[in-house]
């Protein structure tokens, strides 16, 4: 007797991703998809999203900076003393500010609104939206 192969069909077999939402201050939106676990950076710089992430999600270079609406701050683990002294370096950073290495997504984050803030933007060379 041949062994029985089970082919599901169904649209639930097609895995959904998660979504970001990212706006730079031009403008320009980007839709990276998202996975529990991974950290907002490395989901960013994966999609080839023009953030510089200079130290590679030590939290210590603070080029990773983004400002998250108000909307969305509950969802979020409320900084640590680490992240907070380093968003203080920042020129201009206020209360919506992170740092998207500090981030790690969850469920409940599908969709999350970020902008990334110029002083964390890699200059524009051939980058895409998307
Ligand atoms: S990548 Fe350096 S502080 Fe986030």
Request: hydrophobic share 40%.
């Amino acid at each position: 007797m041949a062994p029985s192969v089970h082919i599901q069909t169904s649209a639930a077999a097609v895995p959904e991703f998660m979504r970001l939402n990212v706006n730079l201050t031009d403008g320009t939106r980007f839709h990276p998809e998202a996975a529990a676990g991974f950290r907002v950076m490395e989901l960013m710089r994966a999609y080839g999203l023009p953030i510089k992430a200079e130290c590679g999600g030590a939290g210590v270079c603070a080029t990773c900076h983004v400002r998250v609406p108000s909307a969305w701050q509950h969802l979020l683990p409320p900084p640590s003393d680490e992240e907070l002294a380093k968003l203080d370096e920042i020129p201009g950073a206020d209360d919506h500010s992170r740092l998207a290495c500090q981030l790690v997504m969850t469920d409940d984050l599908d969709g999350l609104e970020l902008e990334l803030q110029p002083d964390s933007l890699i200059p524009q060379t051939n980058w895409v939206a998307g």
